[in-house]
Nanobody, 117 residues
Framework: QVQLVESGGGLVQAGESLRLSCAAS????????MGWYRQAPGKQRELVAT???????NYADSVKGRFTISRDIANNKVYLQMNSLKPEDTGVYYC???????????WGQGIQVTVSS
């Protein structure tokens, strides 16, 4: 098991930047994939970005070129750098840890990001 705690959210204006952090209770390379998801009001949770144990990254088309996922293995943290934020980026952002072989999925409590126009 792993506990995940997000931080760094808030209210910003369009065009500004935020960096989200996810602190894990154990080494992040325990998971096969670490990622960020978001859920806007009235919409389903959607993938934002993931990073595999080997460091391979994947992004939703809507954030490519603006968001960057990274990690600090020594400190058990995953980050999401969000630049050129848009109002449509508004939502609750969740950190996720996934183990594929055992079908384990862990989520943080979520953190609000609001982008005003």
């Amino acid at each position: 098991q792993v506990q995940l705690v997000e931080s760094g959210g808030g209210l910003v204006q369009a065009g500004e930047s935020l960096r989200l952090s996810c602190a894990a209770s154990r080494t992040i390379i325990w998971a096969d994939v670490m990622g960020w998801y978001r859920q806007a009001p009235g919409k389903q949770r959607e993938l934002v970005a993931t990073i595999s144990r080997l460091g391979v990254t994947n992004y939703a088309d809507s954030v490519k070129g603006r968001f960057t996922i990274s990690r600090d293995i020594a400190n058990n943290k995953v980050y999401l750098q969000m630049n050129s934020l848009k109002p449509e980026d508004t939502g609750v952002y969740y950190c996720n840890a996934r183990k594929l072989a055992t079908v384990e999925d862990y989520w943080g409590q979520g953190i609000q990001v609001t982008v005003s126009s």
